[in-house]
């Protein structure tokens, strides 16, 4: 089995991880907006990172999609994965995972959040553990614990997906199972 030589300090934060949350336009999408005539909007998923965050939600660690966009493609996809923290048309991503972190009553230490931008930047420094995806905005990247070797939209999620899942020491019995949870 190949793995990712995490750095020890990474590991540490991810072994504690009990809630993640996750930005969505380019950290679960490569960030570009599609419009339709309509004005209905479109987005594409990796399918890497739903499966990903079903295996985390498998795993037992809670998975919540935080969004400051009104994007109901967003919420069919979290209501697909049976994501059941979806938080749509968010001002205040910090708020809304310290929010939800109450309601799970867990400390903010064991909450990590992927983002990729300005938006993003105050949950990343409010987090136990802080992703970004390789693409991520410049001006973020002091403030994270880890960027991933993807880019959003193109598997990031997955890798932080698989960093918890190495960390808790959850991936022998994923690979011993052998098939789609």
Request: one cysteine or more.
């Amino acid at each position: 089995m190949t793995t990712i030589n995490y750095p020890a300090d990474v590991l540490a934060r991810a072994a504690k991880i009990k809630l993640i949350g996750f930005d969505v336009d380019g950290t679960l999408t490569d960030g570009r907006l599609l419009y339709a005539s309509n004005d209905a909007d479109a987005k594409a998923f990796y399918v890497q990172d739903g499966m990903g965050i079903t295996l985390l939600r498998h795993a037992g660690i809670e998975t919540a999609l935080v969004t400051a966009r009104n994007s109901p493609v967003a919420a069919a996809r979290g209501k697909e994965l049976k994501i059941a923290h979806v938080h749509i048309g968010e001002r205040s991503k910090l708020a809304c995972m310290q929010r939800v972190a109450a309601e799970m009553g867990i400390g903010m230490d064991e909450v990590a959040f992927m983002g990729d931008d300005l938006p993003d930047l105050a949950t990343l420094r409010g987090v136990g553990l802080a992703i970004a995806p390789a693409d991520a905005h410049h001006w973020v990247l002091p403030a994270v614990h880890w960027v991933t070797p993807r880019y959003g939209g193109n598997g990031a999620a997955r890798d932080a997906c698989d960093l918890l899942l190495q960390a808790q020491g959850k991936v022998e019995a994923i690979l011993a199972h052998g098939e789609h949870p």
